[in-house]
């Protein structure tokens, strides 16, 4: 089991900067991998940025040269720096994790979710 619990949402002015952080718990030493989806109303939950466990890095292209997705290991946490934020990133980011309970099995644990809204 795995728990994830976000922060960091919150209201910001277009152009302005938001730092969102996921905390884990529980059986971390069987995450694989980290991300931050997003979900705006009416539209499909989409990936925004990734992190392997071999640290490599993955970002939706509306996102790119914007957002930063970095990880502590030591602190079981994993954070989105999010920079130049438009109103179309308005939406709740929720925090995704990819674990590895048996060899080749893999399992996906979410977080509740945090609300960032971009207006001025």
């Known amino acids: 089991q795995v728990q994830l619990v976000e922060s960091g949402g919150g209201l910001v002015q277009p152009g302005g900067s938001l730092r969102l952080s996921c905390a884990a718990s529980?059986?971390?030493?069987?995450?694989?991998?980290m991300a931050w989806y997003r979900q705006a109303p009416g539209k499909e939950r989409e990936l925004v940025a990734a992190?392997?466990?071999?640290?490599?890095?993955n970002y939706a292209d509306s996102v790119k040269g914007r957002f930063t997705i970095s990880r502590d290991n030591a602190k079981n946490t994993v954070y989105l720096q999010m920079n130049s934020l438009k109103p179309e990133d308005t939406a709740v980011y929720y925090c995704?994790?990819?674990?590895?309970?048996?060899?080749?099995?893999?399992?996906?644990?979410w977080g509740q979710g945090t609300q960032v809204t971009v207006s001025s």
């Open positions: 529980g059986s971390t030493l069987s995450i694989n991998a």
């Open positions: 992190v392997t466990s071999g640290g490599i890095l």
């Open positions: 995704n994790a990819e674990t590895m309970v048996v060899p080749g099995h893999l399992y996906d644990y």
